[in-house]
């Protein structure tokens, strides 16, 4: 694997583009003085584009998530008025759905990998799940997106320090499995 060019939540390395689909997703701005203010969600237009882009070109995707909620909490005055009036020192909550960003089809399929494994999840015993549990047999087709899901425990930090490996391995297992077929 060559080197990974990162910004938020979308990380990229050679035709692979992986997005943590997390509260990264959710971004803030310094504003004037010390204030931080909400700004957008990740993808904005332009990301979304060179997204689409990305896949139309033959790269692929892999959307990483661990099923927690993509929430944050903001005071009034960090929220843009846009959502309405909201009183001074009021905490809001502001949340995004997992996928949101992803075409209908796409998000659907994501949606059922993960309500599939979090039922599984739910009968087997933490010790017995594995850290990452990746959707479909061909993760790495050019213009596919896949999923995968974080067992509870296994941080973002985990697994960016171990991606490469991670991916390497993967795309190994993937190629034996195209050889002996």
């Known amino acids: 694997m060559i080197g990974a060019l990162r910004a938020g939540p979308l990380t990229v390395i050679d035709d692979l583009a992986i997005v943590f689909d997390d509260d990264s997703r959710i971004r803030w701005s310094r504003g004037q003085g010390d204030r931080w203010l909400l700004v957008e969600s990740w993808p904005n237009t332009e990301e979304r584009a060179a997204v689409d882009q990305h896949l ?3 790269g692929c995707m892999l959307v990483l998530t661990d099923a927690q909620p993509i929430t944050t909490y903001a005071l ?5 008025a846009a959502d309405g009036p ?8 502001l949340s995004l759905p997992h996928f949101d960003w992803l075409p209908d089809v796409i998000r659907a399929r994501g949606e059922a990998f993960l309500r599939a494994q979090q039922e599984r999840f739910a009968v087997l015993p933490a010790l017995l799940r594995p850290p990452v ?4 047999d061909e993760p790495f087709s050019a213009g596919k997106v896949s999923f995968a899901l974080l067992s509870a425990g296994v941080t ?3 697994l960016e ?3 490469t490996e991670y991916l390497a391995y993967l795309r190994s297992t993937d190629d034996i499995t195209r050889r002996t077929a």
């Open 156 to 158: 973002r930090a985990r």
């Open 133 to 136: 549990v990746l959707e479909g």
């Open 161 to 163: 320090r171990e991606l």
């Open 56 to 58: 139309e070109g033959g």
């Open 76 to 80: 009034g005055d960090e929220v843009p």
């Open 86 to 93: 909201v009183a001074e020192g009021e905490v809001v909550e």
